[in-house]
C-alpha cells in the first residue's frame, strides 16, 4: 500500500535556499529527494516545474510560497 505524505515543514540553509523537507510521516527528505517522490506522485500539495535553464524545482499546488511551512530548526 502507497501512502501519499505531504510537507509538513523544511529546513532553510545559510542563503535562505530551502535543502530538507520533513513529510507528514516525520521524515526528513532532501530537496532533490522531494523533487523525485513529487514527480512520481509520492508526495502532494507539490510540484516540481522546470526552470528556463532546464533544472527542476518545487512549488506548492496552492500558488503560496514555502514561507507559510515552520522551519525544521
Known amino acids: 500500500m502507497i501512502i501519499i505524505e505531504s510537507i509538513v515543514a523544511l ?7 530551502i535543502i530538507n ?3 507528514s510521516n516525520g521524515r526528513i ?3 532533490r529527494k522531494a523533487i ?4 512520481n506522485g509520492l508526495i ?5 516545474v522546470e ?4 533544472r527542476l ?10 514561507d507559510q ?4 530548526y
Open 11 to 17: 529546513h532553510r540553509n545559510y542563503f535562505g535556499e
Open 36 to 39: 523525485q517522490e513529487a514527480e
Open 51 to 54: 526552470e528556463e535553464h532546464g
Open 57 to 66: 524545482s518545487l512549488i506548492p499546488e496552492s500558488n503560496q510560497s514555502f
Open 29 to 31: 527528505i532532501s530537496y
Open 69 to 72: 511551512y515552520p522551519d525544521l
Open 21 to 23: 523537507f520533513v513529510t
Open 44 to 48: 502532494q500539495g507539490i510540484i516540481a
